[in-house]
Nanobody, 122 residues
Framework: QAQLQESGGGLVQAGGSLRLSCAASGLPFGRLAVGWLRQVPEKEREVVAALNWSGGITNYANSVKGRFTISRDNAKNTVYLQMNSLKPDDTAVYYC???????????????WGQGTQVTVSS
């Protein structure tokens, strides 16, 4: 059964850091584009960061460029999101996702994690 399991969310003060991890099982992880999306109530999910299968192509939302870094370890079937200089506006539920595509966007996701809450206090 295909599964994406996030971990690493929590509460942090503004200016702090968190690292999210997402472990994949039951899917051809090494051939999939991966990414992180986030959602706040009454808004659509937005792609925060995306990475192609090899790690050679990245895409970041303008709001997180220079602060967030996405990476993957295909040997461990894991994707990471390092979040630095966190702001209260980064508060959201963060979802790990994977797509059978060159690069992931919010329309072509094939696999979803269950989501992890990130809360940034001011």
């Amino acid at each position: 059964q295909a599964q994406l399991q996030e971990s690493g969310g929590g509460l942090v003060q503004a200016g702090g850091s968190l690292r999210l991890s997402c472990a994949a099982s039951g899917l051809p992880f090494g051939r999939l584009a991966v990414g992180w999306l986030r959602q706040v109530p009454e808004k659509e999910r937005e792609v925060v960061a995306a990475l192609n299968w090899s790690g050679g192509i990245t895409n970041y939302a303008n709001s997180v460029k220079g602060r967030f870094t996405i990476s993957r370890d295909n040997a461990k079937n894991t994707v990471y999101l390092q979040m630095n200089s966190l702001k209260p506006d980064d508060t959201a539920v963060y979802y790990c996702a994977a797509a059978e595509a060159v690069i992931l966007n919010r329309y072509n996701v094939n696999y979803w994690g269950q989501g992890t809450q990130v809360t940034v206090s001011s």
